[in-house]
T-cell receptor, first 115, second 112 residues
Framework: AQSVTQLGSHVSVSEGALVLLRCNYSSSVPPYLFWYVQYPNQGLQLLLKYTTGATLVKGINGFEAEFKKSETSFHLTKPSAHMSDAAEYFCAVSETKSGYSTLTFGKGTMLLVSP | KAGVTQTPRYLIKTRGQQVTLSCSPISGHRSVSWYQQTPGQGLQFLFEYFSETQRNKGNFPGRFSGRQFSNSRSEMNVSTLELGDSALYLC???????????FGPGTRLTVT
């Protein structure tokens, strides 16, 4: 069964600092990996995804993530945090079995950005 | 294209009542999934429907049920509401399965 672990329920950074949100997964088959962002009182928005090919994936709002199979990780980074990045971030893994995909989410990491 | 819409956005119910939430997926999307989100448990998968059939189900009691119509619109029902059912209920749609889902804004249910 697939599972997702996000290290740190809260991460605090200063505006302009590097953002690093950690995600490790377990999957019995090559996974598809996703990062979603949720702003207060809103649904989840897809930030970026890894399916196949290049392991460094670029997403919206300057975020990127790198798939490292040997470490079973898919950490999310952004070189310089903005106040508008404050939100909750979810890592998710998708597996395909019995002909269709299922999606499993991590518990989320709240990103706090201070001026 | 219009996004995923959910109605109502906010709902207050009394313990013991039942509630029905509605979700309209993105046009052309045939898979609809439902999630419950709470501060304590995070995002938990309820069920997924595809072509009017429940294809996948999470670990929730039978009080939680759903259905999907021929136009892919979906409803979920919670009977005999409990205080612990207070949550944000999110609907997500995708083209054919749960890969790359698009989420609605959610319905905030408060049970008093």
């Amino acid at each position: 069964a697939q599972s997702v672990t996000q290290l740190g329920s809260h991460v605090s950074v200063s505006e302009g600092a590097l953002v690093l949100l950690r995600c490790n997964y377990s999957s019995s088959v090559p996974p598809y990996l996703f990062w979603y962002v949720q702003y207060p009182n809103q649904g989840l928005q897809l930030l970026l995804k890894y399916t196949t090919g290049a392991t460094l994936v670029k997403g919206i709002n300057g975020f990127e993530a790198e798939f490292k199979k040997s470490e079973t990780s898919f950490h999310l980074t952004k070189p310089s945090a903005h106040m508008s990045d404050a939100a909750e971030y979810f890592c998710a893994v998708s597996e395909t079995k019995s002909g269709y995909s299922t999606l499993t989410f991590g518990k989320g990491t709240m990103l706090l950005v201070s001026p | 294209k219009a996004g995923v819409t959910q109605t109502p956005r906010y709902l207050i119910k009394t313990r013991g009542q039942q509630v029905t939430l509605s979700c309209s997926p993105i046009s052309g999307h045939r898979s609809v999934s439902w999630y419950q989100q709470t501060p304590g448990q995070g995002l938990q998968f309820l069920f997924e429907y595809f072509s009017e059939t429940q294809r996948n189900k999470g670990n929730f009691p039978g009080r939680f049920s759903g259905r999907q119509f021929s136009n892919s619109r979906s409803e979920m029902n919670v009977s005999t509401l409990e205080l612990g059912d207070s949550a944000l209920y999110l609907c997500a749609s995708s083209v054919a399965d749960m890969y790359e889902q698009y989420f609605g804004p959610g319905t905030r249910l408060t049970v008093t």
